[in-house]
């Protein structure tokens, strides 16, 4: 696996795909102001996963999070 793309002062641009970093919900970094917009994957996804609802774990599910500036939420 070798994506290419192009970082520039506006922001990277893929082409291609990129896999984010995984956690269980409880190991997630701390989600505040200066984490805002940070995207991972969750691998113990529980309860409802509803988009832009607050994460859960405890579950078996994988999916992808956000970070709100105050919350995990699902995206």
Known sequence: MSPQGV???????L???FKPAQYTAAGLPACNA??????????????????RGIIGGG??????VL?????WIYH
């Open 34 to 51: 200066s984490g805002r917009g940070a995207v991972a994957t969750i691998t113990d996804a529980g309860g409802a996963i509803n988009y």
């Open 15 to 17: 082409s291609g795909f």
């Open 67 to 71: 970070c709100d500036g105050a919350n």
């Open 59 to 64: 579950g078996s599910a994988i999916a992808v």
């Open 7 to 13: 970082l520039t002062a506006a922001g990277a641009f």
